[in-house]
């Protein structure tokens, strides 16, 4: 069974730094492309970062490039999500997923197969 489980989320304060974890068991994630997405209140769920599973290509998304950096510790089947510089407009439901297809890396939630329950993330201002 394919469980993926974030954490780090939390209550911080605008400027502040947030790591987000998201533990996969059930896959290895060196095999797969691995995303974050978010889901702010009343809005669409939209994605913050990818990384690829052959190279590392990484992708962010307009809003976070720059603050936000994701990475991987396979060893310890791991995926991150760095949060810097946080904004309340970052205050979302952060969800972690895992495209098991072996093709280049995508932005399309659709094929992402494997997700979280989500973890929140609130910045006041």
């Known amino acids: 069974q394919v469980q993926l489980v974030e954490s780090g989320g939390g209550l911080v304060q605008a400027g502040d730094s947030l790591r987000l974890s998201c533990v996969v068991s059930?896959?290895?994630?060196?095999?797969?492309?691995m995303g974050w997405f978010r889901q702010a209140p009343g809005k669409e769920r939209e994605v913050v970062a990818t990384?690829?599973?052959?190279?590392?290509?990484?992708y962010y998304s307009d809003s976070v490039k720059g603050r936000f950096a994701v990475f991987t510790e396979n060893d310890k089947n791991t995926v991150y999500l760095q949060m810097n510089s946080l904004k309340p407009e970052d205050t979302a439901v952060y969800f972690c997923?895992?495209?098991?297809?072996?093709?280049?890396?995508?932005?399309?939630?659709?094929?992402?197969?494997?997700w979280g329950q989500g973890t929140q993330v609130t910045v006041s201002s």
């Open positions: 997923a895992a495209d098991s297809t072996r093709r280049p890396p995508t932005t399309a939630e659709s094929r992402y197969d494997y």
């Open positions: 990384i690829g599973w052959s190279g590392g290509i990484t």
């Open positions: 059930g896959r290895t994630i060196s095999r797969d492309n």
